[in-house]
Structure formats: structure tokens, C-alpha cells
């Protein structure tokens, strides 16, 4: 007994073993996957695209499209059906009851069974015909009632149906409108275009991104992400099942972070000028917060030409050298605080002529 006892026991504890181990290997396999996501998702960035916005079609009227007044005639149908059921029963009776009393005139010999029948025979009659002429003047009634509904509705819909018109060619001449301003480098259209565009960038981390414009000459101010996104170690999924992990080396991790600043500054930078064609030459400038003060890290000066041929880079390191960003990295490849200087001629500008964005671009 004893014995059998112990070898139960034993087997209740290899299996208990065994699903331990399954489910463990099984969180091994969601954490390596989870941090090959946030590798792709930071790799992602640099996929680098320019394509200039077409804003010919938004100068285009489009034609108001006239909708169809629905038609209420089917209420008359509906309004005449229901009034005549109302008088259907009350008619159907009488006239039974007119061809009993008619049936029983003609075959009856008895004179008090005449008289009955027959008076009978007239106050049934006197009552179907106030009963189809009530029918009749009900119906006319109704009909004319439902008549004036009808015509209400109609004109209710033509109502609509101008109010919808008028929003219509409201809202394309506003659109038009701004356009053109946007065209012709009106400042208000650009900043409304500017928060638009920019606040639906797509990136796996948040971002903040701060833009003056002054004369068509915008200053891209590019706050990077922390360094802390980069991950510090790279898992591999072995052939047990086992998860192990590989510290990287702290350049490696300095090289990745200058490689995703360098993407996330094209890729701001392309989406400005994409969708601003009266931008001329500007400054891209990627900012770092530092311990006392905000610090720039990255300086670009560009324009829409340049940013095009950087995006076809293959990454975005390649993109900053085809626009001559200047960087100092030191010898481990981390990024150095630079001395900034303002666009040129901006100096003896008053500062409320110089019109500024903040955007913030959430996950």
C-alpha cells in the first residue's frame, strides 16, 4: 500500500515538474518576442520616404451633388386604408343586416312581419347611407389633412436639402481658401497644417517637436528621445527553449541612438517640408535635455531638394550626411553638446514677428 502511495506521489510531482517547465518556456518565448518588437519597431525609423503633398486636387470645386426629395405619396395610400377599415365593420354590418330584413320582406305573408321587416328594412337603409356619406366626408378629411403633411415634409426636405447645399459650398470655399493660403505662405495656414501633419506621425515612443517660422524660413527644434529607449541587451531564443541575454557594448548602444536621432530628424524634416512647399532653406536642430540646460546635439540646415535626396538613403545616419548635418560624436559614438547659431538674419528680429508650434506626438 505504501509502496503504491509512493509511486503516485512521484508521478503527481514529475508532472507537476513538466508544466512548470512548459509554462516557463513559454514566457521565455512572449519576453523574446516582445523585445525583438521593440527592436523592429526602432529599426522601423529609418525607413525613409519623401513625397511631396498634391494640393492641385483640394483647388478643385467639388460640385454639389443634388440629393433626391423622398417621396411621401405612399402616406395618402396608408392615411385612405386606415380611414376606410374604421367604417369597414360598421358598413358590412348594416348591409347584412339590410338584405336579412329585404329577405324577409319578400318571403314573409304575415302583415305586423312586413310591417316590422320593412320599417326595419328603411331605418337600416336611412343608417347605411349616413354611414357611407360619414365614410366619404372622413375620407376627404383624412386626405387632405395627410395632404398638407405630405407637402410639409417635402418642403422640409427641400429645406435640408438647400441647408446641406449651403454647408456644402461653405465648406469647400473655406477649404479652398485655405489652401491657397497655405499656398502662398500665409503663416496661420502653415502652423494649422504643421500641427495637423505632425501630431499623426507615426513612431513606437513619444516626441516633442518645437518649429518657428519666420519669412517662410522655419527652425525645426527636434527634442530627442532618451538614450534609455535603446535597449541594453539582445536576447536569443536557444535551441532548449531558453532565453539567454547578451549585454551589447555601451558604443554599440551609442551607435544605435545616433542612428535612430538621425532617422527621427529626416523623417520630421521630410514631413515639414512634404507638406509646406513655401518653405525655402531651413534649420533642423535636434535638442537634448541636459542636466542644467537644453543642449543641441544635431544641426542641419537644409531645404526641400536636400531632404528628398537624403530619403533615399538606406538609414538615417546616411541621410544626415547627405545633408551635411553637423555632429560631434566622441570616440565612444556619443553624441556631444554644440554651439548653436541663430538662422541668419534672424538677430535684430523682434520676437513676436517670429511665429512658434509646439507639437507633441504621442504613441
Known amino acids: 500500500m505504501s509502496k503504491r502511495k509512493k509511486t503516485g506521489d512521484i508521478k503527481v510531482y514529475v508532472e507537476e515538474n513538466y508544466f512548470r517547465h512548459v509554462d516557463q518556456m513559454e514566457r521565455w518565448r512572449q519576453e523574446y518576442e516582445h523585445h525583438q518588437a521593440v527592436e523592429k519597431k526602432l529599426a522601423s525609423v529609418s525607413t525613409l520616404t519623401f513625397e511631396l503633398f498634391d494640393y492641385d486636387p483640394l483647388l478643385v470645386r467639388i460640385p454639389w451633388k443634388e440629393r433626391p426629395t423622398p417621396n411621401f405619396d405612399y402616406l395618402l395610400e396608408e392615411a385612405r386604408l386606415t380611414a376606410e377599415s374604421k367604417f369597414f365593420i360598421p358598413i358590412a354590418v348594416r348591409i347584412v343586416a339590410l338584405i336579412v ?150 558604443r554599440t548602444i551609442n551607435k544605435q541612438y545616433i542612428e535612430l536621432c538621425a532617422a527621427v530628424l529626416t523623417r520630421v524634416a521630410a514631413k515639414v517640408y512634404e507638406n509646406i512647399p513655401s518653405f525655402g532653406c531651413g534649420y533642423v536642430w535636434g535638442m537634448g535635455k541636459g542636466y542644467l540646460k537644453s543642449e543641441c546635439l544635431v544641426s542641419i540646415v537644409t531645404d526641400s531638394e536636400k531632404v528628398a535626396l537624403a530619403c533615399q538613403a538606406p538609414t538615417g545616419l546616411a541621410a544626415l550626411q547627405k545633408m551635411d548635418a553637423k555632429f560631434e560624436p566622441d570616440g565612444m559614438l556619443a553624441l556631444q553638446p554644440m554651439e548653436t547659431v541663430n538662422p541668419e538674419g534672424w538677430a535684430d528680429i523682434p520676437p513676436q514677428l517670429i511665429h512658434g508650434i509646439h507639437v507633441k506626438i504621442f504613441k
Open 101 to 250: 330584413m329585404l329577405f324577409i320582406l319578400f318571403i314573409s305573408s304575415k302583415v305586423y312581419a312586413l310591417w316590422i321587416s320593412g320599417t326595419l328594412a328603411f331605418t337600416i337603409g336611412v343608417s347605411l347611407y349616413v354611414a357611407l356619406n360619414d365614410r366619404r366626408f372622413t375620407i376627404e378629411s383624412v386626405l387632405t389633412k395627410t395632404r398638407a403633411e405630405v407637402e410639409e415634409r417635402q418642403e422640409l426636405e427641400k429645406q435640408k436639402n438647400e441647408q446641406a447645399r449651403h454647408e456644402h459650398e461653405t465648406q469647400e470655399e473655406a477649404r479652398i481658401e485655405f489652401v491657397s493660403k497655405l499656398l502662398e505662405g500665409d503663416i496661420s495656414a502653415i502652423m494649422l497644417r504643421l500641427d495637423n501633419v505632425l501630431e499623426k506621425m507615426e513612431l513606437s515612443f513619444p516626441l516633442e517637436i518645437d518649429i518657428d517660422v519666420y519669412e517662410n524660413t522655419p527652425l525645426i527644434k527636434v527634442w530627442l528621445p532618451p538614450k534609455t529607449i535603446i535597449p541594453t541587451q539582445k536576447s536569443t531564443l536557444l535551441p532548449s527553449g531558453r532565453l539567454a541575454y547578451e549585454e551589447k557594448e555601451q
